[in-house]
């Protein structure tokens, strides 16, 4: 198997990977998901002979090869998607995707592996399921299953679904094929739509409940409307404080977006970047509790930016200081990297300010830089990941942030209509 990687380093085919995904790209097309998932796990997981004998033989040929060790985890995976790129667009298929990837959970035994080649290939097969490639098809595979919020006491990981701002950097692998992107984009702007429906439809609800409230007497009882479900996992409370520090009013007559408009009209005349950095401390500290703030996190933030890039404080702020200044912001108040993953000051944030005020804490950031945006969504996933396989009951104040986020960005960068809450504010 000679298998070369192009430039842009994305993987060139040889001619039995060809041959295998021509074979599964035509049955897709003309089988029902229950046939494929037979013939998939006639082919790659039961060891005897296929019905194809040509494409049995390219497998083998694929299995057996030197560079399997390291190639064929991406072969299997783009097998897969072949199968679940035609299912997801299709809502009445979409089911079969999660039956698709739980195959892997459930091996037959090696007593009915025969041949050389079939040997090496549940060997590859069971290494397929340590691979960041499999984890990625789990992660999918929970977003297309209906069981979305699970109970208290179920893993993290099954909350993925919620949270489509996650899914380009938990559901894509390093090896994602075009197709496999363009999926995870689709499943993302569906989910995403459904939630801000969802969440404008709520808010809608809460304030015909206040108004109603508000206009009735003694002799006109409130009028009873249909009620909407919470589409979030805060409570009702919960939901309504954060809407109101999203929406309302922060800072006397201002929302939190007026204050970052007025701090970029401010600073677009700053000479000097240490006066930017000088600017955003206070732009940032001016929604911390000042008794939180003076214990240690002040004077770390005030640390933190003296310290980001000191060779550039002569210098007039750019659009590109400001990125990475933003972008190492978030490093210090979320967490580093996944190599790096302490998170210690977004506790520390959490368990004191609670996840509203931190959550409009790292909004005011992308509010004055757009760009970063997806920067948060990867701070965010690396927390994601690294707490996947604790409980929800272990880590509540993650689920709390989450759903925080959520809403923020729904508010801010997507279709959620929450207008009528100015009736009521």
Request: proline letters at 4%; charged letters at 20%; a neutral charge.
């Amino acid at each position: 198997m000679t298998t070369c990687w192009t430039d842009s380093g994305i993987r060139q085919t040889n001619l039995e990977e060809q041959q295998l995904y021509d074979h599964l790209l035509y049955c897709v097309q003309v089988e029902s998901p229950t046939q494929m998932i037979e013939r998939f796990q006639q082919l790659f997981l039961d060891g005897s002979r296929y019905t194809e004998p040509q494409v049995w033989m390219a497998l083998e040929k694929l299995a057996v090869d030197k560079q399997s060790e390291q190639e064929f985890k991406y072969i299997l995976n783009r097998c897969c998607h072949i199968l679940i790129n035609r299912w997801q667009v299709q809502p009445q298929l979409q089911g079969a995707i999660p039956e698709l990837v739980a195959m892997f959970e459930n091996l037959p035994s090696q007593g009915r592996v025969h041949s050389r080649g079939a040997k090496r290939l549940r060997q590859l097969v069971e290494q397929f399921i340590e691979t960041d490639q499999y984890l990625t098809l789990r992660r999918l595979a929970q977003v297309m299953s209906d069981a979305t919020d699970g109970s208290g006491s179920k893993e993290v990981g099954t909350l993925i679904q919620r949270y489509p701002y996650l899914y380009e950097h938990c559901l894509l692998s390093e090896d994602s094929s075009y197709e496999h992107q363009q999926t995870v984009r689709q499943v993302q702007a569906r989910v995403q739509r459904r939630f801000e429906l969802d969440l404008s439809q709520y808010v809608t609800y809460q304030v015909r409940c206040a108004q109603s409230i508000r206009n009735s007497s003694k002799d006109t009882p409130p009028r009873t409307i249909v009620p909407v479900k919470n589409p979030t996992l805060l409570s009702d409370r919960e939901l309504g404080v954060s809407l109101k520090q999203f929406v309302g009013k922060v800072q006397g007559t201002q929302t939190c977006r007026d204050i970052a408009q007025n701090f970029l009209t401010h600073t677009s005349h700053t000479p000097r970047y240490k006066d930017f950095k000088d600017d955003l401390y206070e732009y940032l500290t001016s929604s911390i509790d000042p008794a939180f703030g003076k214990r240690q996190f002040n004077s770390r933030l005030h640390d933190h930016l003296n310290n980001t890039l000191p060779q550039s404080d002569s210098q007039k702020p750019s659009e590109f200081l400001i990125l990475r200044t933003c972008s190492q912001l978030l490093n210090f108040l979320v967490v580093e990297s996944p190599q790096r993953p302490k998170h210690f000051v977004f506790v520390d944030l959490m368990t004191n300010l609670g996840a509203t005020v931190t959550t409009l804490l790292l909004l005011k950031i992308v509010l004055l830089c757009r760009k970063v945006k997806p920067y948060l969504e990867k701070r965010f996933s690396i927390l994601f990941n690294h707490y996947e396989s604790s409980t929800r009951d272990g880590v509540p104040w993650l689920v709390t942030s989450l759903e925080n986020l959520n809403v923020a960005f729904s508010i801010h960068f997507g279709a959620a209509d929450v207008s009528c809450l100015s009736q009521i504010m």
